[in-house]
Structure formats: structure tokens, C-alpha cells
């Protein structure tokens, strides 16, 4: 399986920031990269899919690039709602996740 | 409503068995391929196991191989998860989701778009 690697683990920012969080692949996951949002109590929520594809109904502020083996998201425009654990995963090897990246707010 | 109910999780002993069940409502549950992720406490996010739609296509994480089970009965609209020989590592919120494809062009990218609200497992020592 593929082993996915976050980084940073957590973040601090504040409403308006722009944030990016990155996410590394030990070999290629080609595009079959997601991201989700978990908030606490609650399952996590589908934010972008095949690297860069946002799922209906999540704000424009998030995006998705890269491929391969390096991959981002970023929040232009961090609202307090956005403030959560990301998770990114891929589908290119069964399914893994990556350890998470908490934003918090600064 | 699109929906996912999980049920079954409970405490048990280290070396128990325990069964959960996934309940689809809302779709076509026989159409999709689904899989099981784990949250251990205060912890990220595990994929434990998927199962293609017609159970033809069976995927476990290492840690769980000869000790889960992934099934799923179609017509009755449910997913399980047999897990033998608990431990104190199995402990977790077990969710359900639906492993959707999103895009088929031009090969089909998976992902997650649906998840209960998860069930909660604890192995006791």
C-alpha cells in the first residue's frame, strides 16, 4: 500500500488567511488523490477528488493541485468553518489515508 | 435521503468476535462498492477494507488480514464487517461509506462521498 505523509500536522491562521497543506505519496498515486474535512463528532466530508476536481456543493475558497507523488490543498480565504482536521487519500493502491492536518484557529 | 446507518459496535474483550452492519438507504446500494474506515481515539483516519459491488473485488489493510471480513448482502441493502480476534489496537469509531467513482474518464477515480455516522468499537484488555 501507499504510505501518504502530511504536512504540517497542525497550523495556525486566522479568517482571511490563505492556507495550503501538502501531502507526499512514498511512490506515485497518479491523480487518484482526495481530500476530506472532519470536524469533531462528526464523519469527514468529501472536499475535492482525483486531485483537483471539488465536489458539489464545497465553496470555491478550496482547491486541489499535483499529482504524482506531491499533491496540495488550499483555502483561499479561511472562514470559521473551515477550521477542522484535512485528510487527504488515495485510491491508486486499495485506499490510505494520510495522519491529518489540524488548522487551527491563531 | 442518501444514508448510512452503522450498527453493531459494543465492548469486548481482547481475542472476541464482533459483527457490524452497514445500512444503505436513498440509492442503489447494489451499484456502488463501499469500504470500512476506523478513527481510533483522539486519532486520524484508518481505511480498513473495501468491497466492490458485486463483491468480486475484496481489499484489507495489513493490519487487519486474517482477522476481518468484509461482506455485503445486496438485497437487503447492508454491508458488514466480521472482525475475529480483537485487540486493544481495534479500538475505534468504525464508519461506513459509500467508495463512489466521480470521474471514469480517463480511468475511474474513487472516493468517498457518503459515511454514517459510525459505530464504536472497544477491545478491553
Known amino acids: 500500500d501507499i504510505q501518504m505523509t502530511q504536512s504540517p500536522s497542525s497550523l495556525s491562521a486566522s479568517v482571511g488567511d490563505r492556507v495550503t497543506i501538502t501531502c507526499r505519496a512514498r511512490?506515485?498515486?497518479?491523480?487518484?488523490l482526495n481530500w476530506y474535512q472532519q470536524k469533531p463528532g462528526k464523519p469527514p466530508k468529501l472536499l475535492i477528488y482525483a486531485a483537483s476536481t471539488l465536489q458539489s456543493g464545497v465553496p470555491s475558497r478550496f482547491s486541489g493541485s499535483g499529482g504524482g507523488t506531491e499533491f496540495t490543498l488550499t483555502i483561499n480565504s479561511l472562514q470559521p468553518e473551515d477550521f477542522a482536521v484535512y485528510y487527504c487519500q488515495q485510491s491508486y493502491s486499495a485506499r490510505t489515508f494520510g495522519q491529518g492536518t489540524k488548522v487551527e484557529i491563531k | 435521503e442518501v444514508q448510512l446507518v452503522e450498527s453493531g459496535g459494543a465492548l469486548v474483550q481482547s481475542g472476541g468476535s464482533l459483527r457490524l452492519s452497514c445500512a444503505a438507504s436513498g440509492f442503489t446500494f447494489s451499484t456502488y462498492s463501499m469500504s470500512w474506515v476506523r478513527q481510533a481515539p483522539g486519532k486520524g483516519l484508518e481505511w480498513v477494507s473495501h468491497?466492490?459491488?458485486?463483491?468480486?473485488?475484496?481489499y484489507y489493510v495489513d493490519s487487519v488480514k486474517g482477522r476481518f471480513t468484509i461482506s455485503r448482502d445486496n438485497a437487503n441493502n447492508s454491508l458488514y464487517l466480521e472482525m475475529n480476534s480483537l485487540r486493544a489496537e481495534d479500538t475505534a469509531v468504525y464508519f461506513c461509506?459509500?467508495?463512489?467513482?466521480?470521474?471514469?474518464?480517463?480511468?475511474?477515480?474513487?472516493?468517498?462521498?457518503?459515511w454514517g455516522q459510525g459505530t464504536a468499537v472497544t477491545v478491553s484488555s
Open positions: 461509506a459509500r467508495d463512489n467513482v466521480l470521474a471514469a474518464t480517463p480511468s475511474y477515480y474513487y472516493a468517498m462521498d457518503v
Open positions: 511512490q506515485s498515486a497518479s491523480r487518484y
Open positions: 468491497i466492490s459491488s458485486s463483491s468480486s473485488t475484496i
